[in-house]
């Protein structure tokens, strides 16, 4: 791997290509935070997906384009004299300092969930008033309800185990299932989002990410899928003109590929 030296310089280079394009080109030189915006958050789904692959080439590709934000962003602020690269690095390296008390201090842990309890404390201290103040407003609902149930937990509001979760999760499928019978629409969908945000719960507690959890499962749906679609043309009939046992052959086909 590159020394130390290696990565400041690389990183120096790419601090040079932005100020030369920043003063240089067209397109870079029109961008601002707002425009940059939707394509971070692209770049970042893009990253995400990457990472599900376990395409490492691919990952380090998209932790540039993410980097490459960064440094945009923080040219931006410096040509308004608010921040620079500098002052972003600084102010990172500073939280986790002051963040990690176990390390830069005297306070002693036993495990992780002590150091998420301490962090979770510390960001009060610091002037939040709510512990959710943290989870962004624009995030998926799936990612935030994890992030919501993660932040309170921090702060020992949690269930003690498992099997306590479970309990609470066919509570709320009772409570689901008594909304569809009596036909409830607004109901059924309020006891629908207690179902999920409690398997997203329960997931927690087995360490399962349910996002990653639920994007495999995208991905192997729409794989199988697409077999399904293949094997259609193949024998020249739509797959509107199949009926779905004729499909299940084919699907059963994709199961045994994914």
Not at 84 to 104: G, T, W
Not at 168 to 179: G, W
Request: overall charge negative.
């Amino acid at each position: 791997m590159n020394s130390r030296e290696n990565q400041l310089q690389a990183f120096n280079r790419l601090l040079t290509i932005m100020d030369e394009l920043r003063a240089q080109c067209p397109w870079d030189k029109k961008q601002t935070m707002e425009s940059l915006r939707h394509l971070t958050i692209e770049e970042t789904y893009e990253l995400g997906d990457a990472i599900l692959d376990q395409d490492l080439d691919e990952v380090k590709k998209e932790l540039g384009d993410v980097l490459l934000h960064i440094v945009f962003y923080s040219k931006i602020g410096s040509e308004t004299h608010d921040f620079d690269i500098a002052d972003v690095c600084n102010s990172i390296c500073e939280k986790l300092i002051n963040r990690h008390p176990h390390i830069y201090g005297n306070v002693k842990v036993e495990n992780e969930e002590d150091v998420k309890r301490n962090w979770e404390n510390i960001k009060l201290k610091e002037g939040r008033k709510s512990v959710l103040e943290g989870v962004p407003k624009s995030l998926p609902a799936l990612v935030k309800a994890n992030r919501i149930q993660e932040k309170v937990a921090g702060v020992g509001f949690d269930w003690e185990a498992p099997n306590q979760v479970w309990e609470k999760v066919e509570e709320e499928l009772q409570e689901f299932k008594a909304e569809v019978e009596a036909g409830n629409k607004d109901a059924m969908e309020s006891e629908f989002g207690d179902v999920l945000f409690s398997m997203i719960n329960y997931a927690r507690f087995l360490n399962i990410n349910p996002e990653n959890a639920l994007e495999r499962t995208n991905k192997k749906f729409s794989k199988r899928f697409q077999y399904l679609e293949e094997k259609a043309k193949a024998i020249n009939k739509p797959l509107e003109a199949m009926t779905l046992a004729e499909m299940d052959v084919f699907w059963e086909e994709a199961k045994r590929f994914s």
